[in-house]
């Protein structure tokens, strides 16, 4: 990489100073022309305008390939270490219209870098010195002249532009964010909206942060264009100067018009800088946003030297396990309103810290001895989904530990956790491709026969036998309901078949008849297989062997079905009232 952008350097500085020397030479060869001398004194100089105008060329498509060439590796690497700081879970989570214009946005921005800022500049600056060098031969204080002109179009100007650019593009970078969240709103919740009648609410905020972007950017290009005729006007100014300079001194015709055109040419690559100093603001944010990204702490914190796993029957014990989930980040305020604070001072003012949640799961032990089955039921928000998170290690627990044949969990390898004890997640995903591939994700390898029958436990045959195999399925799930998508990741998780199975509510969203039938062949398929189920629905439960009822994160209630709806207390009261609404 370093040498390639050493070349592409080389090779735009050539091409620009081939640029420099075709008009120094072509001025000479016009105006002594223009004194009739015998043409042999002119042959150097007509070589000279043609090998100038031709390696002019050779050399700025050189240089357009090297830096392109280089520009488009740099992006792609960004994007690669983006991608790798995003496998292993983070805590907390970048996603949805933010991290995909970090992605796209942010990662183009070092292109821009190298293509539009460092390599013109580097560029630029060899063409200066030469064109000051050359002035300086001809008569020095046209070359101080000069290079004045081109400190101040090529330094002072792009300080200038980026100093006045940092101010709207920390107000841009958020007001385009909030656009593109807003924008993200309407396009994936456009049902939701329109189910709620808030559809024209939420597109008129869309088109209030399109008018503040809108604004903002207008302003953005004055001072963009301003900078540019400031830039010109320096241009002309200074070549004016030295045209003065020369004929007060007496240098003659020949002399000046060289150091007059060749001033001219030397602001060429100077005078972009400008626009690059403006946009280097930009860039900078970028680079930060996605610092930020690959700066997220993963979730759980991996073993220098992973210990070997252990193989199955597998034991796991949870010993008075708390987890406690960071506190949700503070809600930055709009675009508009920080700026504004930020003008007045009123940004400065501290914020308060936020209060320490309460622990999600809290002093839970448990144990999955091969073969066992055990239900967590509880109401909504009582730490299910966190205890099968944390036994997933995509959560760090605070204390307690969780073992696994006696080996601690923060002692493997997480991956290695996850092919022990994995299955159904709370909300499960379906890929854009076909449902076999869905399927296969869990288990490449696995036989058509195992397909099958992965899809009879998961009581999806029906569906699969009318879509077909080879259906697409959409990124959004939009052709596949509710109920199927939870069948299609319950199928995913039977067929990836674990040591330890994790259910998260595998009936969730199917109707009342369809979620008995799926939990009673559930039942019949986790049969002598170790397995956690987090269910919301009672029936069929006899059959496993321990029922844990957590409630704000502590376990209120164990013990067996039968043990259960003869104490009082919550288990009782939901058995009730299920058997109460199936009447
Ligand atoms: N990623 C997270 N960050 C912060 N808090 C969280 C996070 N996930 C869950 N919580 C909080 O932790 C608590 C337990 O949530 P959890 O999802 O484990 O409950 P649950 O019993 O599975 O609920 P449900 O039955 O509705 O799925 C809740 O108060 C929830 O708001």
Known sequence: MRWRLVWAVLAGAAAELAGVGLIAAAAWLITRAAEQPPLAALSVAIVAVRAFATSRGVFRYAERLTGHDVALRAQAGTREDLYASLIPPQSPRHGGADLLSRMVDDTEAVQDLLVRCLLPAAAALITAVAAVTIGLTIFPPAALVLLAGLAIAGALLPAATAAGARRWAARIAPARADLAARTADLVHGAADLAASGAGDRALRSALDA?????????????????????GVLTQGLTVAAIVLLAQGAGVGSVGTAVLALMSLVAFEPVLPLAAAGERLTGILAAVRRLREVRATPPAVTEPAHPAPLPSAPLTVEVRDLVVRHAAPPAVTAPATTTATATATGAGDAPHPEPATPAAAVDGVSLALTPGKRVALVGPSGAGKSTLLAALMRLVEPESGTITVNGADVRDLGSDDVRTLMTGLTQDPYVFQTTLRANLQLAGPGKSEEALEAAVRQAKLQTWVRSVGWEAELGEDARTVSGGQLQRLALARALLYDPPV???????????????DELMADLLDATHGRTTLLVTHRLRGLEQVDEILVLEHGRVIQRGTHRELVERPGYYRDLWESEMLTRR
């Open 210 to 230: 399109d008018a503040a972007l809108a604004a903002l950017e207008r302003r953005q290009s004055r001072v963009h264009a301003s900078a540019l005729a400031f």
């Open 501 to 515: 199975l994790l259910l998260d509510e595998p009936a969730e969203a199917l109707d009342e008849q369809t979620a």
